[in-house]
């Protein structure tokens, strides 16, 4: 995991200081940023651009299934019919982490379900049968998604595969936060990825049900737009989110977070300290 990588000791990063300075000291003692327990996060106001919490925001690690959220946008740009069926095959199983599915190989699923199960319930075969129906195949979609990152200005980002299984899809918070944003401009990604369950139907009438791996969906105090989450080891527990909070929509980035349950208390925490002070948000 990137966190045992680092100096336990490290802090909030200078963008962080530099926003509690402004807020002068006597604000900043009372609105002090929350204590995250994830290695890299950062909390974005999004009509404003502003950085409301920064912490190593540069560090480029692995992002594990926020990786999907960049298959979406190349299945989505690329055009191609969301209704078409595409038959599960042996190359789309999980050969590196040996991770399971309940899509078996011979199954038929449309595009649009597999865009759905991929993004809400981070179905890795689902993932990997997308990329490998693009055009020119799964080389042709990964150099695909890497042209799409430079067009977003995601500099510090690369990508070898559509699911996020290795190690070698990388990022950082500013990087994903862009992601984040280009991914809320498509209707489609915000329903797939708050969506808290779904039924497939299969061609053989059967009928399968997947729920979202991000618990805070079904959360009626949470106002979620967009959400995803990623593990791997090498990545620790991630979580991106687009979300309204004290009537302020925010993009939250969390990365390498060390438990099972951190990313959901560090986006609850995030939300408590919004809430608790909002007059605390720097004007420009």
């Known amino acids: 995991m990137v966190a045992s990588c680092v100096l336990a000791g490290n802090a909030i990063s200078a963008q ?72 599960i095959s042996k190359e789309d199983r999980d050969g590196l982490k040996g991770t399971r599915s309940r899509l078996g190989v011979g199954i038929k699923v449309t595009r649009g379900d597999l865009l759905r199960l991929a993004l809400m319930a981070s179905e890795n075969r689902a993932a990997a049968a997308l990329a490998r129906e693009y055009p020119g195949g799964t080389p042709a979609f990964v150099a695909a998604m890497n042209r799409k990152a430079a067009e977003l200005g995601m500099w510090h980002s690369r990508f070898v595969d559509g699911t996020g299984l290795s190690n070698g899809n990388v990022s950082n918070a500013q990087d994903l936060a ?19 369950q779904y039924t497939v139907r299969l061609a053989n009438g059967r009928k399968m049900q997947f729920s979202n791996s991000n618990r805070l969906v079904r ?66």
């Open 178 to 196: 862009r992601l984040v944003g280009a991914a809320y401009q498509h209707p489609l990604i915000r329903e797939y990825t708050t969506d808290t």
């Open 219 to 284: 959360n009626t105090g949470w106002e979620i737009g967009l959400s995803k989450t990623g593990y791997i080891s090498e990545a620790g527990r991630c979580l991106v989110m687009q979300a309204q909070i004290a009537a302020t929509p925010v993009i939250i980035v969390l990365l390498d977070s060390w438990g099972h349950l951190t990313r959901v208390a560090d986006a609850n925490r995030i939300k408590k300290w919004i809430e608790s002070n909002p007059s605390r948000l720097p004007a420009g």
């Open 16 to 87: 962080q200081a530099a926003i509690e300075k402004r807020l002068g000291p006597s604000i900043a003692a009372r609105v002090s940023a929350p204590n995250l327990k994830s290695t890299s996060a950062l909390v974005l106001d999004q009509s404003g651009q502003r950085v409301l919490y920064a912490k190593n925001i540069d560090w480029v690690v692995p992002i594990a299934s926020i990786t999907k959220l960049m298959t979406a946008l190349v299945v989505l740009d690329s055009g191609l019919p969301l209704d078409q069926p595409i038959t």
